[in-house]
T-cell receptor, first 115, second 113 residues
Framework: DAKTTQPPSMDCAEGRAANLPCNHS???????VYWYRQIHSQGPQYIIH???NNETNEMASLIITEDRKSSTLILPHATLRDTAVYYC????????????????FGEGTQLTVNP | NAGVTQTPKFRILKIGQSMTLQCTQD?????MYWYRQDPGMGLKLIYY???????DKGEVPNGYNVSRSTTEDFPLRLELAAPSQTSVYFC????????????FGDGTRLSIL
């Protein structure tokens, strides 16, 4: 799986959009970009994922550059409850081997939403 | 909805003791995983299972054993606890196909003294 690079920390004002960047310059054509977050002391929570096109769900939007070497997770109206560590993960969607759809977690970005 | 349930939530062990961390899921997922997370670090895969009766090693399997006798349960066993195994342990499950994400439990916080 491709390696990802994220800033260690970011701050955001409550009610504003939080834009979290991720670099994945060695991504392969069949690798998807996944975002998870981990609120303190809890298990990771899936947010969104995509391959080429931008994606949006009830939690966030994912913007992937045309060359797919970087992406941005957007939380449109950040709240205090969005304070968490955000992980950008790149992996193959369908692992045809028996190795399973494993996730490789880096150190993520600590997002702090301030009142 | 229960999802992925881990027990116990907290445990303190002495060096050399053994214990089993329990994980059960009620979503009929075929894949299950065990991760550990050391302070300030990301998660590392210990073992995983693609279905009942099938398990395989992840990145950091030494000192651990697993079994998968049913679809629902995936226990993790520590045979001879060592201080280096002090960590937070997360169990996760997922479907194999499609866009299904991994669902995580709330973790077991284990200290070995």
């Amino acid at each position: 799986d491709a390696k990802t690079t994220q800033p260690p920390s970011m701050d955001c004002a409550e009610g504003r959009a939080a834009n979290l960047p991720c670099n994945h310059s060695t991504i392969s054509g069949n690798e998807y970009v996944y975002w998870y977050r981990q609120i303190h002391s809890q298990g990771p929570q899936y947010i969104i994922h995509g391959l080429k096109n931008n994606e949006t769900n009830e939690m966030a939007s994912l913007i992937i550059t045309e060359d797919r070497k970087s992406s941005t997770l957007i939380l449109p109206h950040a709240t205090l409850r969005d304070t968490a560590v955000y992980y950008c993960i790149v992996r193959v969607e369908r692992d045809e081997e028996t190795s399973g759809s494993r996730l490789t977690f880096g150190e993520g970005t600590q997002l702090t939403v301030n009142p | 909805n229960a999802g992925v349930t881990q027990t116990p939530k907290f445990r303190i062990l002495k060096i050399g003791q053994s214990m089993t961390l329990q994980c059960t899921q009620d979503m009929n997922h075929n894949y299950m995983y065990w991760y550990r997370q050391d302070p300030g670090m990301g998660l590392k895969l210990i073992y995983y299972s693609v279905g009942a009766g099938i398990t395989d090693k992840g990145e950091v399997p030494n000192g651990y054993n697993v079994s998968r006798s049913t679809t629902e349960d995936f226990p993790l066993r520590l045979e001879l606890a060592a201080p280096s195994q002090t960590s937070v342990y997360f169990c996760a499950s997922s479907y194999w196909t499609g866009n299904q994400p991994q669902h995580f439990g709330d973790g077991t916080r284990l200290s070995i003294l």
